[in-house]
């Protein structure tokens, strides 16, 4: 019997996985998909999440880019190197997740890929998993599935406060940048962005809402955009995937289990952010249960109070903003975008630098007249 189970092996369960283990604690992954696998996403990380490891993440970093680029339906650009510490890291999430669970691996963390979970069932004190192969034991469950997993509606969490948004995305092949620019086009999509973020080998092109909304022609769109970019994306395969964004403060954790990344619904409302947020929940969810192992049998509990005092806060900050800056994007785009210090501001959250709630106040009285806190 295992310590702790967790079934995903995107940033939050590797993440787990690496700090239990790192504690000597017994870990098995389960991941559906053999590994390295494709993982449609635009790849951006902050690097601020190099604060939580104690190892290299360089091997995993496609490149950096310190230069965005704003526009307006395709037009009216503002352009900026951002002055952060580290640059904002790209990278392929199919070996960036490999390498984060490698990590893990070496801690003495167990991986069974291409192992597709087929139900769970508690027995008194432990976990049952069962999968297409054999069923395993587990005295406790991290739920990282991600948005489209089955395991948080397993665990009784049907009810859960979630926004079910969309994104469309191509992998594009072609040379490096000399100076490798994120690229943000607001204007042709509602209630969210076209985006172009560079690779060392290409480009990830893609399209997202993130507040919801009547269903657009995500495919017309992110033609229309590739092709102001001199981009052909009839040979580039294109991927669906839906994000689950954070929609206020929840219980994360049941029985002996606690719901990590995208399947705890904690994607950043205004930037779709998903990475940073998924490998914090990873760590809270290898300390909480790491205490829970240890005896404490308020554990898990707490990780709920963590991820809703730490991460929600911020996102209560982050949603207001995105429903004032969407919702009248044009506006926002003149008032908020083209400040002369909005790149800048940009940039610092983007890499960890600066907070919502640092810079919530000013901006929501910049795009919504007579707003107060």
């Known amino acids: 019997m295992y310590d702790c189970i967790i079934v995903g092996a995107g940033p939050a369960g590797g993440t787990a996985a690496y700090h239990l283990a790192k504690q000597g604690r017994s870990v098995l992954v389960l991941e559906k998909e053999s590994l390295p696998r494709y993982k449609p996403c635009g790849g951006g990380v902050s690097p601020a999440i190099a604060q939580w490891f104690d190892f290299d993440f360089s091997p995993a970093i496609s490149l950096k880019a310190d230069l965005l680029r704003f526009t307006w339906k395709l037009g009216d650009p503002v352009e900026a190197k951002i002055a952060t510490k580290e640059p904002v890291w790209m990278v392929r999430r199919d070996v960036f997740d490999h390498f984060l669970v490698q990590q893990a691996q070496k801690q003495g963390a167990k991986l069974q890929d291409n192992t597709e979970v087929t139900g769970i069932e508690f027995q008194s004190d432990y976990w049952q998993v069962n999968t297409a192969n054999e ?3 587990g005295r406790y469950l991290i739920a990282a ?7 948080a509606k397993w665990l009784g969490f049907q009810q859960r406060k979630r926004v079910l948004t969309g994104a469309l995305e191509a992998e594009v092949p ?3 940048e000399h100076n490798p620019t994120i690229h943000f086009e607001f204007g042709l999509i509602k209630n969210g962005y076209l985006w172009n973020f560079p690779k060392a080998d290409g480009y990830s092109i893609g399209v997202g809402t993130f507040i919801g909304g009547q269903p657009q022609n995500f495919k017309k769109i992110l033609d229309e955009y590739a092709k102001s970019l ?8 294109q991927y669906g995937h839906p994000l689950c964004i954070w929609d206020g403060n929840q219980k994360l954790h049941t029985q002996n289990a606690v719901l990590a990344g995208e399947a705890a619904c904690i994607v950043d409302p205004m930037t779709a952010e998903g990475i940073r947020p998924s490998i914090f929940s990873g760590l809270l969810a ?23 005092e730490e991460w929600g806060t911020e996102m209560a900050w982050a949603q207001k903003l995105a429903k004032a800056f969407y919702l009248f994007a044009n506006i926002g785009y003149k008032v908020g975008v083209k400040h002369p210090s909005a790149p800048q501001v940009m940039g ?3 890499c960890g630098e600066l907070r919502y709630g ?3 106040g000013r901006a929501l009285k910049r795009l919504i007249p007579g707003f107060s806190n």
């Open 135 to 137: 069923p395993v034991t």
């Open 286 to 308: 290898a300390a909480s249960i790491n205490e829970a192992l240890a005896g404490d049998i308020n554990a898990l509990e707490k990780y709920s109070q963590a991820i809703n």
């Open 145 to 151: 599935d991600g948005a489209k997993g089955s395991m």
């Open 358 to 360: 640092d810079i919530a």
């Open 348 to 350: 610092k959250i983007m």
């Open 174 to 176: 072609g040379i490096a």
């Open 230 to 237: 001199n981009v052909d994306l009839t040979t580039s395969k």
